[in-house]
């Protein structure tokens, strides 16, 4: 009989900052145990902050060369466009991309990670959205009108908890066992808000793995500063308090939930 997935260790009563000689060091901290599934999110670059180094870049040039030899998949929360599902996946990225306001230097950001990826001997992979599942976001019939972001965030989830799991399948390569996940800093909670529950992977996949989850956020300075949701989390006053910027830190909220804090500044 399987071994239970431990219990999911309880967040710290107060979230403990401290500062690290840089983030590739952080994240070499946590991979002593590098098997199962190392989730990183991010909070999403938008036109405010296209200026900034994003957290995409950073993860692409200093972290992901740290934990490459570990790991044999990653998988990237973003979907390719083709074209062939019609007016309802033409009308559904337009939409996000106006709402989300990424910039368009993302698109290649993204690319380079999983061009990056694969010259490091990690098989990349992204999501693969449907025509029918473009229908039903866009409304009946592909018509005209807001996207239903409930059901993007479910489907996203969906998708990226399945990838997941058929990594870890195929997570065979001698002394690879890792599997990396790049996203948004929500899908990969461990410890979500009640009503963000629904959309977040974290608890189920650290019951999949029998506990070897790991959750790292990885956020810019220059964004918090334009995120009022993260200026009002217990774990902000603590980054204060370890400098707000002045170098890089690290956040414990929980054991296997941690922040990582880029210096403020730091350009490309």
């Known amino acids: 009989m399987a071994r239970p997935a431990p219990p999911i260790p309880a967040p710290a009563p107060e979230p403990r900052a401290v500062k690290v000689a840089s983030a590739r060091a952080a994240v070499e901290a946590m991979l002593p145990d590098a098997g199962g599934v190392l989730a990183f999110g991010e909070l999403h670059q938008t036109h405010a902050t296209a200026k900034v180094k994003s957290s995409l870049a950073r993860f692409t040039d200093e972290i ?21 599902c019609g007016e309802a996946e033409a009308q559904v990225t ?10 368009v230097e993302t698109e290649s950001e993204i690319m380079k990670l999983l061009r990056r ?3 490091l001997g990690v098989a990349p992979h992204v999501l693969d959205v449907g025509c029918d599942e473009y229908k039903v976001l866009a409304g009946q019939g592909g018509n005209a009108g807001a996207v239903d972001y409930d059901k993007l965030l479910t489907i996203t989830n969906q998708h990226l908890e399945r990838a ?45 793995t029998r506990g070897a989850y790991r959750e790292v956020d990885l956020y ?49």
Do not use: C
Not at 72 to 83: C, D, F, K, N, Q
Not at 94 to 103: N, S
Not at 189 to 203: E, I
């Open 117 to 119: 990826s694969k010259e």
């Open 94 to 103: 337009k939409e996000v991309a106006r709402t989300t306001e990424r910039p």
């Open 164 to 208: 997941i799991g058929q990594g870890l399948l195929l997570a065979r390569a001698p002394g690879r066992p890792l599997v990396i996940v790049y996203g948004g800093a929500l899908h990969n909670d461990l410890h979500p808000d009640p009503s963000l529950a629904k959309y977040t992977f974290g608890r189920h996949v650290h019951a999949a």
């Open 220 to 268: 810019v300075p220059e964004m918090i500063d334009t995120t009022p949701v993260a200026k009002s989390q217990p774990w902000y006053r603590a980054w204060q308090r370890a400098g707000g910027g002045a170098g890089v830190v690290v956040i414990e909220r929980a054991p296997r939930s941690t922040i990582v804090v880029f210096r403020r500044g730091r350009l490309p």
């Open 64 to 84: 992901l060369p740290a934990v490459a030899p570990y790991a044999s998949h990653l998988i990237v929360e973003t979907w390719i466009t083709r074209g062939s």
